[in-house]
């Protein structure tokens, strides 16, 4: 096995909790629609594009629409989530994120993101984080979704690591798929119910450190 030179890291449920702010503008968009959004349906939509949220939000609700009311509908729901998330601050960086990015440019290893979210640069920005980050791989660079793995085959290609020398951080089960096709590590974060298929699952990443990230 190649020794680790490089992570690639998921942003929402990863490194920041924006997720919550993810869910609350679904749910309120649910709720105009005239349908229950729950938070076991909001699952489903870690890690997938906003397009490909949308319609299995529509698809939970029962409805059809056509691309432009479901353009103007997936607008309207990032607007409320921008007007969220730009009052963010570093106090909401998870457990552990800031330290163990420290400890990886410490040591020499590169950093990327890799995240389907094309508000990206607002939140590592309000939050302090981009300087951590040698490439970043954000929803306005790639053209498919978790489980593809185009975000990450970019991250390393930006990084010029090859993928079995990458791990990748994740929260999703799509991005566990798409770290696994993209030929790395990877490492769930949140529950091995969920993550089940990761290299290993941790709760948080305080429970990571470069010495562990070796032993992958």
């Known amino acids: 096995m190649s020794p680790i030179h490089a992570c690639l890291f998921d942003l929402d449920g990863v490194l920041v909790d924006t997720a919550k702010y993810h869910y609350l503008a679904w749910q309120r968009l649910a709720e105009e629609l005239g349908f229950e959004f ?21 698809g939970i609700g ?10 103007e509908l997936a607008e309207r729901k990032n607007r409320w989530y921008v007007d969220s998330i730009s009052t963010m601050g570093a106090s909401e960086i998870l457990p552990g994120a800031l330290e ?44 498919q979704a978790k489980p593809n793995p185009e975000v990450f085959l970019l991250g390393a ?43 290993i699952v941790v709760s948080s990443l305080a429970e990571m450190s470069t010495e562990r990230l070796q032993q992958l």
């Open 62 to 71: 029962g409805i059809e629409l056509d691309d432009q009311r479901k353009l």
């Open 157 to 199: 290609k930006a990084l010029d690591t090859l993928p079995d020398q990458c791990v990748v951080f994740e929260d999703a089960e799509a991005g566990i798929e798409a770290a696994t096709r993209a030929g790395m590590r990877s490492v769930g974060i949140g529950s091995a119910q969920n993550l089940g298929h990761a290299t």
């Open 38 to 58: 729950t938070l076991k349906d909001n699952e489903k939509l870690k890690g997938v594009s906003r397009a490909a949220s949308l319609d299995i939000l529509l």
């Open 100 to 143: 163990f990015l420290q400890a990886c440019r410490a040591q020499g290893i590169k950093v990327a993101l890799g995240s389907a979210s094309k508000n990206a640069m607002i939140i590592l920005n309000n939050t302090g984080l981009t300087p951590y980050f040698d490439a970043i791989i954000d929803g306005t660079h790639t053209s």
